[in-house]
């Protein structure tokens, strides 16, 4: 399984982005796919989690509210709605896929990974 992400950029405190992750080489339906930050000199982190099946989804505390995780079954895109953004939102996103579907909050428990996508945020 392929990920690609996008739709990283430049945004002021307060505005909005969507990011894209597009899966394909494989069949996901059965997956769950998972949004990640990694901000320099700081440890990646979870933000997101969906189900393919059944559209759950398992969100950070910290972006609880703001993001908002959603599907769409007939591109095998997942995107990542992202409200109110803070610049300590600023890092690199990236999507990852676990086959077994967990809504899980541990890199450990993602067998595929895309490359990252920047998202800087301004004061």
């Known amino acids: 399984v392929q990920l690609q992400a996008s739709g990283g950029g430049l945004v002021q405190a307060g505005g909005s982005l969507r990011l894209s992750c597009a899966a394909s080489?494989?069949?996901?339906?059965?997956?769950?796919m998972g949004w990640f930050r990694q901000a320099p000199g700081k440890e990646r982190e979870f933000v997101a989690a969906?189900?393919?099946?059944?559209?759950?989804?398992y969100y950070a505390d910290s972006v609880k509210g703001r993001f908002t995780i959603s599907r769409d079954n007939a591109k095998n895109t997942v995107y990542l709605q992202m409200n109110s953004l803070k610049p300590e939102d600023s890092a690199v996103y990236s999507c990852?896929?676990?086959?077994?579907?967990?809504?899980?909050?541990?890199?450990?428990?993602?067998?595929?990974w895309g490359q990252g996508t920047q998202v800087t945020v301004s004061s």
């Open positions: 969906i189900r393919w099946n059944n559209g759950g989804t």
């Open positions: 990852a896929a676990d086959r077994f579907g967990r809504l899980g909050a541990s890199t450990s428990g993602y067998d595929y």
């Open positions: 080489g494989g069949a996901v339906s059965n997956y769950a």
